[in-house]
């Protein structure tokens, strides 16, 4: 049995909407057991009465508008702050899911659950090559200044996370603004040399226009550069395709492109390196987002991924 | 009479065959007058017998396999060299325009042509919005590590860009991982309050997804982030074209729309802040982008680029 803590508050649409998409996910997956967190009087009628499903009722909010630390400290009966209370303890529960706020998220899983092997945690996206096969992009937005070593810890995350959900022997690619391994900001340049010294499957540097046809699975790069790089190909992919349309291209044809490209409604960011693994979904989540990251999230549990990172890191 | 430097060597295509560009661009203005460098021998029989057109015989070529800056030492009998030389006299030359060597153009610019009020130049490529006007990327490879007082003049030069292409109030916009000003890695912190603090036509930070969307004209950005966002544009773009052909899309739309971000035929990326503007093709030129990257020059020119960009920096 795969036990998953859902948070179902703080994000646009009301929990009782999104709570549909937990009943899809139990049915999508006979192994699963859904801790849910939200409103109990509000959530029984969609979410009572089955038997791979406990409601925990949890009556804070806690939102975008506020302080995340202060957030923490205050809110002690929030849906974020039951959840990984519930996650802390020997709940069996292996990973959480939420389209709340990702700051109070992230404080609330540093200070109850606390990080692996003191490495620094990472939001990692899975995105798709040309072919579509997955590749990752690892860090997207936790960690906006670093240091060249952290490029190593990331490449290793990106790795167990590539495992976990299939990949063999993932190889590494490193972000920058050149293929040859002299290029780079300082900081990149160093990162190259560690990761090649490293012993790890370093293919070199990757530009970003190779990113959907390069035989890397992991991009490694600071959370600064992949945040941009993440929303640079979904605003890149967009307008072509309503470019596209304005050229007269059928409808539903463009419709399609765009659902692989609408990242809030495909599987979510995952935030690895605390000591259960976290999809967040967009805060414009809808039913189907939640049980996209649902899925998502018992695939990473199913695929060992916190075994595989401590691993990662024990053998240093 | 506008006269520009075409630099016919150092490009992956023969030179005889680059400068069918060149008459086309003639014919293209009637104001322009071009001194052609490359081999006499083999230009004489394309661009020999035009009164708009002066062969400068340059028996040298500098290539992307040799260091810069020896290349520019030992090879005085270069195109590059010879250009930049005249370019430097009384010539009236008012631009500069390669497809050979960026490493090669940019030390022999910075040696014989010196800088504008000592700023530090930017690689700027001007790309479109999804309704067709005009923005430009400030830097896109020549800054790759850089200070937060760098980027406001990266802003100041990439407004006189875009008055000397005929946009009369461009504002500004500063790349980042969020919307709001706290985001950002601390040079971009700063440099938001710095903009903020300048008196520019500020308009705060642009997230990648907003690029094609937002209301600024400059996008600023240190030259590591600009070149990843500009070849993550090319790589997703390309990436969506290909994906709708085989979802059957029609062909000829789709290698219309693929025209668009074909940014090696395009205009080139345009080198500011020495005092010749100048305007690099890519090293896999056609006789086409010879003649688009002449055109990018002569507007350049009759925009006054580089008075814009010393009064900008006077008025410090």
């Known amino acids: 049995m795969i036990k998953i803590a859902v948070d179902l508050k703080g994000a646009d649409r ?11 996910a139990v049915r999508d997956n006979a192994d699963l057991f859904v801790y849910a967190f939200g409103d109990r009087a509000v959530l029984e009628d969609v979410l009572g009465g089955n038997d ?3 409601l925990i009722d ?12 202060e957030a923490f400290r205050t809110k002690k009966e929030s849906s974020i702050v039951k959840a990984m209370q519930l996650g802390k303890e020997d709940s ?11 700051g109070a998220i992230f404080v609330s899983a540093m200070m109850l659950l606390g990080r692996i092997a003191r ?3 990472i939001l990692l996206v899975e995105l798709e090559k040309q072919d579509g096969t997955p590749f990752c992009v690892a860090d997207c937005g936790a960690n906006v200044d670093c240091r060249p070593e952290k490029l190593v810890d990331f490449a290793k995350m990106g790795m167990a996370y590539m495992k976990a959900v299939g990949v063999e022997s993932p190889r590494i690619g490193l972000l920058s603004n050149g293929a040859e391994d002299r290029k780079g900001s300082a900081v990149v340049k160093r990162a190259n040399e560690l990761l090649r010294e490293s012993g790890l499957p370093f293919d070199g540097n990757v530009e970003g226009s190779g990113l959907f046809t390069c035989a890397s699975d992991v991009i490694v790069c600071d959370g600064f550069s992949g945040n941009v790089l993440l929303k640079t190909i979904e605003g890149s992919a967009k307008t072509v395709i309503s470019q596209m349309r304005e050229l007269g291209a059928d409808r539903e044809l463009c419709d399609r492109l765009y659902a692989r490209y609408d990242f809030n409604t495909r599987g979510g960011a995952v935030l690895l390196g605390t000591k259960l693994p976290i999809v967040k979904g967009h805060g414009a989540a809808t039913a189907l987002t939640v049980r996209n990251i649902i899925g998502s999230a018992c695939r990473l549990a199913s695929g060992g991924i916190n075994e595989k990172i401590r691993a990662a890191f024990e053998t240093q």
């Not at 949890?58 to 630390?69: G, K, L, Q, W």
């Not at 990973?95 to 706020?101: D, I, K, L, N, T």
Request: with cysteine.
């Open 92 to 102: 069996g529960i292996q990973a959480f899911v939420s389209c709340g706020p990702t």
């Open 58 to 69: 949890s009556p804070e909010t806690m939102t975008n508008d506020e302080d995340p630390a």
């Open 52 to 54: 791979r499903i406990e």
């Open 14 to 24: 009301p929990q009782e909407q999104l709570a549909a998409g937990v009943l899809d």
């Open 119 to 121: 490495i620094s945690p």
